[in-house]
């Protein structure tokens, strides 16, 4: 069950909602979006409906949710969500490139590659300063130089930054530097880790677990609604499958799908999804046709002595094609591309 609470709604209004809500054996998580403020309640859904929760002051409406993921679905909000990065809106109308090196190495690689994206029509930039590999032997990531890097090059170029962040004992500090948190696919069901960047005030883009169904996605982003941050974005990644001739499987229908089913804005990594810089353009095509609201995409300057993903990672020569796709798509779906917010 989720109370919403009117535009007029005082600070006194929410508390006393909580504590009846409290006082009925219940637990409430209060959310603040941008418009409003919506109250999720666990407990004994009968004792919260003897409680006429309608009749108190500030209170707009009482939705019964049929969904598990309550904060989050459409049920329960309907219009789709635009959620703001630094200013740069990711949601309905728009299509918001984001790019940049997979991993943070040094300040000229990173500066290198979002002027690189900048020139193909960026207006985030993405880098890693906390790798999650699969191998501990491989390169994890300058950590919080990392960050200092990303913090120098957004200074330089102005675009707002998207990096990961993989221990819930980091969210502080990488959220002190970043104006989005990652949540990589491997991390989609660390709990402990969604609730913490639920409470790190900056927006989160959580990608879909790779062996993740929608269901479990968006199960994983009420974590984060839960404790008070609806500003999430869902990034669709790619799948484990049996095919073995791609990284992974790009699941192209979840977005629709997800977009459905939650008001989420809803973005597409074609670069991890199928692993190979051959497959980034088509699949940034499907991506844009599908009516996703969004691509995060790698690019590095010299990606055949990148630390991390080199394969994947668009070069120079592939911007020009890039920048036409992300211009002249979006139209064709009624979107345009996004504009920088300051340059
Ligand atoms: C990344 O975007 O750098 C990344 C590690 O992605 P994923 O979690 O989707 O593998
Ligand atoms: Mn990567």
């Not at 020139?119 to 491989?138: C, D, E, F, I, V």
């Not at 120098?152 to 104006?179: C, F, H, K, M, Q």
């Amino acid at each position: 069950m989720v109370v919403v609470m009117g535009p007029g709604a005082t600070e006194g209004d929410i508390v006393a909602v909580v504590s009846q809500v409290e006082t009925a054996g219940g637990e409430a998580f209060v959310s603040r979006g941008i418009n409003r403020t919506i109250i999720g309640l666990v407990g004994d859904l009968q004792q919260f409906g003897a409680l006429n929760l309608r009749g108190l002051r500030g209170v707009h409406d009482v939705i019964r949710i049929s969904v598990p993921y309550k904060l989050v679905s459409r049920e329960n909000h309907p219009e789709r969500s635009v959620v703001r990065v630094g200013g740069v809106p990711i949601g309905p109308g728009t299509m918001t490139l984001i790019a940049g090196p997979c991993a943070v190495e040094t300040p000229e690689q990173t500066l290198a590659a979002a002027q690189m994206a900048q020139a193909a029509g960026a207006t985030l930039l993405r880098g890693g300063a906390y790798k999650p590999r699969t191998s501990p032997y491989a390169f994890q990531g300058l950590g919080e130089a990392g960050l200092k890097i990303l913090a120098e090059v957004r200074e330089e170029t102005g675009l707002p930054i998207v990096t990961e962040v993989v221990d819930a004992r980091d969210v502080d500090l990488v959220a002190s530097y970043a104006d989005m948190l990652q949540v990589g696919t491997r991390n989609t069901q660390n709990f402990a880790l969604l609730q913490a960047v639920g409470q790190a005030g900056k927006p989160v883009m959580l990608k879909r677990g790779m062996n993740g169904t929608i269901e479990e996605w968006l199960m994983s982003a009420e974590y984060i609604a839960q404790r008070g941050n609806l500003d999430i974005v869902l990034c669709e990644r790619g799948i484990r499958t049996f095919e073995t001739a791609t990284r992974n499987t790009l699941d192209i229908s979840a977005v629709p799908v997800a977009q459905r089913l939650s008001h989420l804005p809803v973005i597409v990594d074609p670069s991890h999804s199928g692993g190979r810089r051959d497959l980034v353009l088509p699949l940034t095509r499907a991506a844009i046709a599908v009516g996703a609201d969004g691509v995060i995409i790698d690019v590095h300057p010299h990606p055949e002595s990148a630390l991390c993903d080199g394969p994947q990672a668009l070069v120079d020569g592939d911007l020009r094609e890039l920048a036409k796709v992300v211009r002249d798509l979006p139209p064709l779906v009624d979107r345009v591309l996004t504009q920088p917010v300051r340059v």
